[in-house]
C-alpha cells in the first residue's frame, strides 16, 4: 500500500523552530519529488515547498510565504521527507501534508499523508 | 504565479442533481497539468482527476474532468450523498505550484 505518515507537529512559541517529517512507504521514495502543503484551519490549501528526486539534483522550490525560512530536505535511505521550520510565525499554523509529487510517470500530488498540526503560539 | 479562480464559493444541491465547479487560470496551464482533489472535514485531500481529464484509480466515472488552456470544469454527473466535500483544482504544470481557493459542494 502506497503510504505517507507525517509526525513531529506540536506546539511551538512565535519564533521557534519545528521539524516535520514524512515517511513513505509502498512506492519508490528515491526516485519521487517529494511536496509539502499546509492547510490553516477553516481555509484552503497552500502549497509550501518541494524537493525533487536524486536524478533531478534534489532539487528545491519554495513558496514565497516561507523561502528563507523553511527546508525541505531528504533521507533516500530512511525513505523519509523532512521539513526544517525556523523563525515561526502564527501565520504557520496549519496542518502540514507531505504529497509525492513527479515521478518518471506522473507529476500530480499523490497520495498524501493524513496531515500533522503545527500551531504558532505563546 | 498562476492564480485559480474557482467558482462557485459553494454550490447547494440535492443528490442525484449534477455539479459543475469552474476553475479558471490567469495565464494558459502547461500541457494542461490540472488535476481535482476531493477533500472532506478531517481527511486530507483525495485526488480525483489529473491532467485535466484523467481519472484516478478508484474514482467513479460519475467525475468528469474537461477543458484546456485557462478553463477548466469538474461536472460529477448525479450526486451520491458521499460526494457532498470541498473540492480543490491544482495547477501543476509550473514550478511554483497554486491551488484553487476551494468550492464547498453541500446538501441542499
Known amino acids: 500500500e502506497v503510504q505517507l505518515v507525517e509526525s513531529g507537529g506540536g506546539l511551538v512559541q512565535p519564533g521557534g523552530s519545528l521539524k516535520l517529517s514524512c515517511a513513505a512507504s509502498?512506492?519508490?521514495?528515491?526516485?519521487?519529488?517529494m511536496h509539502w502543503v499546509r492547510q490553516a484551519s477553516g481555509k484552503g490549501l497552500e502549497w509550501v515547498g518541494r524537493i525533487r528526486s536524486k536524478a533531478n539534483s534534489y532539487a528545491t522550490a519554495y513558496a514565497a510565504s516561507v523561502k528563507g525560512r523553511f527546508t525541505i530536505s531528504r533521507d533516500d535511505s530512511k525513505n523519509t521527507a523532512y521539513l526544517q521550520m525556523n523563525s515561526l510565525r502564527a501565520e504557520d499554523t496549519a496542518v502540514y501534508y507531505c504529497?509525492?509529487?513527479?515521478?518518471?510517470?506522473?507529476?500530480?500530488?499523490?497520495?498524501w499523508g493524513q496531515g500533522t498540526l503545527v500551531t504558532v503560539s505563546s | 504565479e498562476i492564480v485559480l479562480t474557482q467558482s462557485p464559493g459553494t454550490l447547494s444541491l440535492s443528490p442525484g442533481e449534477r455539479a459543475t465547479v469552474s476553475c479558471r487560470a490567469t495565464q494558459s496551464v502547461s500541457r494542461n497539468s490540472l488535476a481535482w482533489y476531493q477533500q472532506k472535514p478531517g481527511q486530507a485531500p483525495r485526488l480525483l482527476i489529473y491532467g485535466a481529464s484523467s481519472r484516478a484509480t478508484g474514482i467513479p466515472d460519475r467525475f468528469i474532468g474537461g477543458g484546456s488552456g485557462t478553463d477548466f470544469t469538474l461536472t460529477i454527473s448525479r450526486l451520491e450523498p458521499e460526494d457532498f466535500a470541498v473540492y480543490y483544482c491544482h495547477q501543476y504544470g509550473s514550478s511554483l505550484y497554486t491551488f484553487g481557493q476551494g468550492t464547498k459542494l453541500e446538501i441542499k
Open positions: 504529497a509525492r509529487g513527479e515521478t518518471t510517470v506522473t507529476n500530480w500530488f499523490d497520495p
Open positions: 509502498g512506492f519508490t521514495f528515491s526516485g519521487s519529488a
